[in-house]
């Protein structure tokens, strides 16, 4: 059973277009973290969100959390080719257990 | 500035031979360490972490094992490696003190295994 879920798993657009994926869950999360990673790289956070409804931009990034803190939402504006990775959120549950990590959205965009 | 190291970045080994791949972490002491295993098309699994010298968590059992030498080295080891075993794995830090999952993970760049 995966307890994060990430829509769609792949996405291919052209630059300048909007996009938004998604991580779902039905369990509660402490906090909510965004990673970007790059072929042959390891995973670089993006942000961190913590109280249900906090929204935060990072440029042309906004990262929502849902009210009850079970998902999570990241929306590119005008996406760039350097926009390009595998998009991963993580959960940190309430207690001391390990992060969960979602499959990852593959993005593409295309110049 | 905190900087972690992994290597080899590529590895190409024989069903049944020993593993070893190892992580440093730079620029601070007493750091939360972590191996994670990245299938295609999967998420990162959590294999170990270590809080400390000597002291590794296991959280799915397998063919790998652990170690923590000093205090900014970790180790990931196999004595005889699965074809299963292939896979990208990530070594990450975090700061130490509170609660050890809850501290943001920094990675390392990987390293790719191909068991054949």
């Known amino acids: 059973t995966q307890l994060l879920e990430q829509s769609p798993q792949f996405l291919s657009i052209q630059e300048g277009e909007n996009l938004t994926v998604y991580c779902n869950s039905s369990?509660?999360?402490?906090?909510l973290q965004w990673y970007r990673q790059e072929p042959g790289e390891g995973p670089v956070l993006l942000v961190t969100v913590v109280t249900g409804g906090e929204v935060k931009k990072l440029k042309r990034l906004t990262f929502q959390f849902g009210d009850a803190r079970k998902d999570s939402s990241l929306h590119i504006t005008a996406a760039q080719p350097g926009d390009t990775g595998l998009y991963l959120c993580?959960?940190?549950?309430?207690?001391?257990?390990?992060?969960?990590f979602g499959k990852g959205t593959r993005l593409s965009v295309i110049a | 500035s905190q900087t972690i190291h992994q290597w080899p970045a590529t590895l190409v080994q024989p069903v049944g031979s020993p593993l070893s791949l190892e992580c440093t972490v730079e620029?601070?002491?007493?750091?939360?360490l972590y191996w994670y295993r990245q299938a295609a098309g999967r998420g990162l699994q959590l294999l170990f972490y270590s809080v400390g010298i000597g002291q590794i968590s296991s959280e799915v059992p397998q063919n790998l094992s652990a170690s923590r030498p000093q205090d900014r080295q970790f180790i990931l080891s196999s004595k005889k490696l699965l074809l299963s075993d292939s896979g990208f794995y990530l070594c990450a830090w975090s700061g130490g003190g509170g609660l050890i999952h809850q501290n943001i993970q920094y990675f390392g760049a990987g390293t790719r295994l191909s068991v054949l």
């Open positions: 369990s509660v999360f402490s906090s």
């Open positions: 993580a959960g940190v549950r309430p207690g001391n257990t390990p992060l969960v």
């Open positions: 620029g601070t002491s007493n750091p939360n």
